[in-house]
């Protein structure tokens, strides 16, 4: 169902303190709190002030997809921070107009559904692994599993099976990388000139020199032995082999970035909407009941693989739903250009445009009983069809989520393996959301493993 495009008539939102703090403290003291208010007391576009900067907040579908997909003539990506710079290095997801068209070009087909079968092996493998190592009556910390079970899968689908012993460390500098991304977002650190050298950023530093020593070792092999078979299906031999319009490949540092942004982009993003799945299904046994009868039907008792996935129907409106109530990504900002409009209307260069997963997966207008966990409004028949692009946890546009598919058929394989074999039980009690670089649970999640005998073939 497509809605069609109001006019933008910006409404001036909080005043908040003077410049150059503006909103900047209550913004930050509850993110997710503020945007809701902002929305539904100011309406579908607010202006506003973060810093010292001019922001406009978006609540329209379709003014959100207009911007989002602007993002290649008319709006800016927003460059904040030091520390996910010196993770990614120039890659495609910090790279701007032709540098970025041709890495995108370049790293899109490495992705393609085609090659994210190839990886469905992989997935159910690495899922099965964990839960061959968790005992009945054991508690688990669900997110660090998680995290566990999507590292394993990045780093093999990149990497293959060369990585050995390597693996524990490697997946240890990207938990520290990772950290201190986090911490520069929550702390002063966005705001430290990049020469400043504080604990966090030494540790930084030191996690990518670990994760490049090994990453170019990887390139140096390939490259001496070219057309391996044993390695050729992995996504570093597939960036070896990309060739750009002019028949160009990617030089080896440019091959290093963009291997290590996948890996970056790829697998907390993914861990933690199945963290999120996990606490859903735990809290909603009608859903979980009708996912077990899918998969025992469908399945029978063997491990699934990519033929099965299309076949996983309410797997999959599980995968959409958990993405829905907890956006792991639940902010997208972008810069306007000079000439910038939306909706008809001009949008001043140099403001800030926000969007926001959370407010939009929440709003009721395009989410009937918006916080309930309800994979049937994705059933193909559902009374209420969800509007075009008021769910968008990829983002949208010409930058779209270079991984959604992979992402995708990893959360339903991943939960299929898992939810095949076990239950995953958690305490009732409800557990808030934290909004950090990704929206996570704000406390652990221990939950306690159920066996489950798969039901008899027939
Ligand atoms: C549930 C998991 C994931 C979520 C929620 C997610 C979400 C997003 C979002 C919101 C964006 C920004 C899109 C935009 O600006 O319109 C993005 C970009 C990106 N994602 Fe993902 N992502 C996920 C998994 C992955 C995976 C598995 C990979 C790689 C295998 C990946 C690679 C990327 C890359 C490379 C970009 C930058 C694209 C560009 O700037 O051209 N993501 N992702």
């Not at 495009?5 to 900047?24: C, D, E, I, Y």
């Not at 996910?84 to 041709?102: A, N, P």
């Not at 160009?248 to 907390?268: F, I, M, N, Q, Y």
Request: proline residues 8%; aromatic residues 6%; glycine residues 8%.
């Amino acid at each position: 169902m497509s809605l069609s495009a109001p006019p933008l008539r910006p409404v001036r939102g909080p005043r908040g303190l003077t410049r150059p703090l503006g909103n900047l403290f209550a913004f930050g003291k509850d993110p997710l709190g503020f945007l809701t208010r902002l929305r539904d007391e100011f309406g579908d576009a607010v202006t506003w002030s973060l810093g010292p900067r001019r922001s406009l907040f978006l609540s329209h579908p379709e003014h959100i997809m207009e911007m989002l997909a602007g993002r290649e003539h008319t709006f800016d990506i927003l460059e904040i921070g030091w520390a996910f710079k010196q993770i990614t290095g120039r890659s495609v997801i910090l790279s701007k107009g032709e540098d970025w068209r041709r890495k995108r070009s370049l790293v899109q087909p490495t992705v393609r559904p085609r090659q994210v079968r190839a990886y469905a092996a992989t997935m159910v493998d690495c899922a099965g692994a964990a839960a061959d190592a968790w005992r009945e009556g054991e508690r688990i910390d669900v997110r660090e599993q998680m995290a566990l079970i999507t590292q394993r899968v990045v780093l093999r689908t990149l990497f293959g099976n060369d990585l050995g012993e390597q693996t524990g460390a490697l997946g240890a500098a990207m938990d520290v990388a990772g950290q201190a991304v986090g911490a520069e977002l929550r702390g002063i650190g966005l705001f430290l000139p990049a020469w400043v050298r504080t604990p966090s950023r030494r540790a930084l530093l030191r996690a990518v020199a670990t994760m490049d020593t090994e990453v170019h070792r990887l390139i140096e092999a390939r490259l001496s032995a070219p057309g391996d078979t044993e390695t050729s299906d992995d996504l570093l031999s597939r960036l070896l082999a990309a060739r750009d319009e002019e028949d160009r490949p990617l030089s080896p540092k440019e091959v290093r970035d963009e291997a290590v942004t996948l890996w970056a982009a790829g697998h907390e993003t993914t861990s933690t909407a199945l963290t999120w799945a996990v606490h859903l299904l735990s809290r909603t046994p009608t859903a979980r009941a009708r996912l077990e009868a899918e998969l025992d039907a469908v399945l029978a008792g063997r491990p699934p693989t990519i033929d099965d996935y299309e076949r996983l129907v309410w797997t999959q409106q599980i995968v959409k739903e958990a993405l829905r109530l907890y956006p792991p990504v639940w902010l997208v900002p972008a810069v306007a250009r000079p000439g910038a409009t939306l909706g008809g209307t001009r949008v001043p260069a140099g403001t800030i445009v926000w969007c926001s997963q959370w407010t939009t997966h929440r709003d009721p207008r395009w989410f009937p009983r918006p916080d309930e966990f309800r994979p049937e409004r994705w059933d193909a028949d559902a009374p209420q069809a969800v509007p075009d692009h008021a769910w968008f946890p990829f983002g949208g546009g010409p930058r779209t989520c270079l991984g959604a598919r992979f992402a995708q058929v990893e959360a339903a394989l991943v939960l299929a393996t898992l939810a095949q074999r076990c239950r995953l039980d958690l305490p009732a009690a409800e557990v808030a959301p934290r909004a950090a670089l990704l929206l996570q649970p704000s406390v652990p999640l221990m939950a306690t493993v159920r066996g489950r005998a798969p039901a008899p073939v027939h």
